[in-house]
């Protein structure tokens, strides 16, 4: 079973290769969608693919890159978007 999920991350998430991390993950992981800076300071994530693959990318979203602080991980399910590839905005 697919889904998509825009996943929000706070902390120290911006200057620290955060989005770039989510794509060798996602890619690791045969996830689709991409990463985005939000003007709050907060990365966004869409991400398609298996349920599984989608819990997994999550809780390591928890933890993030060595140089991140994550102080939380917000997850909306939505609608099943295809996409094709997964890229950084």
Do not use: H
């Amino acid at each position: 079973m697919k889904e998509t999920v825009k996943l929000k991350i706070n902390g120290r998430v911006q200057g620290v290769g955060f989005r770039y991390w989510v794509k060798v993950q996602a890619q690791r992981l045969k996830i689709n969608g991409y990463a985005k800076n939000l003007a709050d300071g907060s990365v966004e994530i869409l991400a398609s693919g298996k349920k599984t693959k989608i819990k997994e990318l999550k809780k390591i979203c928890n933890q993030g890159p060595s140089n991140a602080f994550v102080e939380s991980v917000n997850l909306q399910t939505k609608n099943y978007i295809c996409f094709e590839g997964f890229n950084i905005f």
